[in-house]
């Protein structure tokens, strides 16, 4: 059934001669024969040093994967022009199309036509193929077309694509389907709203589905960053309702394994405890928690139902590992939400506050950046104030907290909200310097404040884009000792010196 004979060859050969691409066939295998040649030489010669030397190994496995991808790069070349060729010639097209062809040539012999082209094409593309083969017939136009003959030699269908094909699929399709999925080569905001105005004309409450594909290059299409950040948020407006990226999963356990391997090289198991271990607390993930998160809990349920009583082995309990997870490390964004709660007390008290129990967030700014954000929030959920920040250490080795942005509600400045946030910052990271970057008035009041307040112990403001301000660690860690000393922090009258008197007292430190 498979065979081919050699006329069939022949009728090949001929047919690649006549399309100028016998020439190009040749050009390619001499490519690939040359390659194969260089692996050859490649390959004895280190036969000939012995195959026991490393680098030679490496050299000649890096030759082999190279020579591999132009071996397929060429063949997918060749095939495609091969392919392009063949469509060019063999006049690929619809139905409709082929029936429009010949109502258009009718016309120009006979001067006459049952219906308008526009009509025919409005009418076929709403009926099934032997219901448009009839219609075809009734105007006694009989033309061959079969859609078997071009398949693929993998039973692929010929298709023409685009947003016209891709309509009448979702329209054939969305009688049986909840969601219609959409997927394009391109971001294309204009088009996706075409297609979606297009489903929605005949199924107005047809829900859409949308691949926001990970194939595409958005920044090489020219997109801004907000105008990325807003794309699925403008598809929801068009029906989209489900958007997703495919295999998105794929591509972060292959760049978040890149990364951890790269780190246990260069820094050991240190590079564990920074990249997962320390991550997963700061975002509260159960997967910090290694062996419920693994179903350790869930085994012993099971072991306990078939043995009951006399279950003595069990992944859980009080000798678990996990249990060193459930200790703090490090100072727990709880000891700052019982500051203010007497914070909240006190100013209660004095008539001027009256939102609620205020609630804490410390996170990264965005999933994967470096500077973190410390937000308070009121108790229907306002925020009141917010620091945007960063932790490093200098040349020096000194532990850094720069300081990017700090905002308070004006109602709240002034009462030491914000002092009380920048305090639980150096009591959690215990840094070594505090730098306010690019300092706004407020940084400059808060930095004069410190110093008065003796957490601050020296400062660098001769700079108008820094602030560098070395920390009283001693000083501040008595402040944080006790509750009865941040009380009494709150409830300090406001004595601060006058700003020259404040500036008198820094002493410049070295940057």
């Known amino acids: ?34 390659e194969i040649e260089a692996l050859k030489k490649a390959r004895q010669r280190v036969h000939r040093q012995g195959a026991g030397q490393r680098d030679a190994r490496e050299q000649l496995a890096a030759l082999e994967v190279m020579i591999k991808k132009v071996t397929e790069d060429t063949v997918d070349h060749l095939l495609a022009s091969v392919r392009q060729r063949w469509a060019q010639k063999a006049g690929l097209k619809t139905f409709a199309d082929a029936v429009a062809e010949a109502m258009q040539t009718r016309t120009q012999i006979r001067g006459k036509r049952p219906m308008s082209v526009e009509r025919w094409r409005r009418l076929a593309n709403g009926v099934s193929y032997q219901e448009a083969r009839e219609l075809a017939q009734s105007m006694g136009i009989n033309v061959f077309w079969d859609w078997d003959l071009p398949r693929t030699p993998e039973g692929f269908y010929q298709i023409t694509g685009g947003r ?56 090489a299409w020219g997109f801004t960053d907000d105008q990325i950040r807003v794309f699925a948020a403008e598809l929801g407006k068009m029906g989209y309702v489900f958007n997703f990226i495919t295999y998105a999963g794929h591509q972060t356990e292959a760049l978040s394994n890149g990364r951890l391997a790269r780190a246990l090289r260069e820094e050991g198991v240190l590079g564990f405890v920074r990249l997962v271990q320390r ?68 100013w209660k008290m004095q008539g001027l506050y009256d939102r609620g129990a205020l609630n804490v967030e410390l996170k990264e700014r965005f999933a994967g950046s470096e500077e973190m954000m410390l937000n308070v929030f009121d108790e229907p959920r306002d925020k009141l104030a917010e620091i ?14 720069a300081v990017k942005d700090q905002n308070t509600f004006k109602k709240y400045r002034n009462r030491r909200l914000m002092t009380l946030m920048h305090f639980f910052l150096l009591h959690r990271y215990k840094t070594d310097l505090v730098h306010y970057v690019n300092p706004s008035a407020d940084n400059r009041l808060s930095v004069r404040r410190m110093i008065h307040n003796g957490v601050f112990k020296a400062a660098r403001t001769d700079d108008p884009h820094i602030i560098a301000i070395e920390v009283d660690t001693q000083r501040a860690q008595k402040i944080f000792a006790s509750d009865e000393s941040i009380k009494r922090f709150i409830a300090k009258p406001s004595g601060e010196p006058g700003k020259q008197g404040v500036l008198a007292g820094v002493r410049a430190v070295a940057s």
């Open 164 to 219: 016209e094909m891709a309509i009448q699929r979702g329209l054939a399709m969305a009688p049986f389907t909840d969601l219609l999925w959409r997927e394009t080569a391109k971001p294309d905001l204009d088009d996706d709203k075409l297609w979606a105005d297009a489903i929605h004309a005949v199924y107005p409450h047809k829900m859409l589905a949308y691949n926001l594909s990970p194939s595409w290059n958005w920044d």
């Open 1 to 34: 059934m498979h065979k081919i004979s050699q006329r069939a060859y022949r009728d090949a050969e001929e047919w690649l001669k006549q399309e100028r691409l016998a020439a190009l066939i040749n050009e390619g295998i001499k490519k690939i024969g040359k």
């Open 388 to 401: 945007t920040f960063r932790v490093d250490r200098d040349r020096e080795g000194r532990k850094v907290l």
């Open 279 to 346: 991550s997963l607390r700061l975002a509260h993930d159960p997967a910090q928690y290694p062996q419920t998160f693994v179903g350790g809990d869930w085994a012993d349920r099971y072991r306990r139902a078939a043995r009951g009583a006399s279950l003595t082995t069990s992944s859980m309990g009080g000798k678990s590992t996990e249990t060193q997870h459930r200790k703090a490390v490090e100072v727990p964004t709880s000891v700052l939400e019982r500051w203010l709660h007497m914070w909240v007390d006190y």
